[in-house]
């Protein structure tokens, strides 16, 4: 197992300023005004850029276990980071905000799945024999 050290500085990186933006009062931060009230939008585009720098810092055989175990990952920190939002008197627990990581997550793994199988096929292109594409 070999890791990308550039991409998991920088993935903490954006992690910190993901949960500066999470945890701070929203007099602290000034969203977007088509953002405003539909911060699910927001959830959707971090979470895809998270699930995208977080399968790209390790250079490992991906197997089923390893998407599915990205899958129950995300939805842990998801449930995990709004309830310890709901801690704080100026936020709230909200699904829709949960709702909006999962897609988020599930947009990021199928493009980097959809990627994978077309540059697999590409490889493969000489062999003409019909063949199994494995998730890795």
């Known amino acids: 197992m070999k ?3 550039s991409v998991a500085i920088l993935t903490g990186i ?5 949960a500066y933006l999470g945890f701070a009062p929203r007099d602290w931060v000034k969203l977007p005004k088509f953002i405003d009230g539909h911060d699910q ?7 895809f850029i998270v ?9 490992i055989q991906r197997s089923f276990l390893y998407w599915a175990g990205v899958f129950i990952g995300m ?3 998801s449930v995990i980071s709004e309830g310890i939002q709901s801690l704080f008197p100026y ?7 949960i709702i909006g990581n999962l897609i988020g997550t599930t947009l990021s793994s199928v493009l980097i799945l959809s990627i994978r199988c077309i540059k697999y096929r590409m490889k493969n292109k000489i062999s003409q024999e019909p ?3 494995p998730l890795v």
């Not at 954006?14 to 993901?18: E, G, H, M, R, S």
């Open 3 to 5: 890791i990308r050290y």
């Open 14 to 18: 954006f992690l910190l300023y993901c």
């Open 41 to 47: 939008i927001l959830h959707c585009i971090i979470f």
């Open 51 to 59: 699930t995208t720098l977080l399968n790209f810092i390790l250079i």
């Open 75 to 77: 939805i842990a920190w």
């Open 91 to 97: 936020k709230i627990f909200d699904v829709g905000d």
């Open 131 to 133: 063949q199994t594409i």
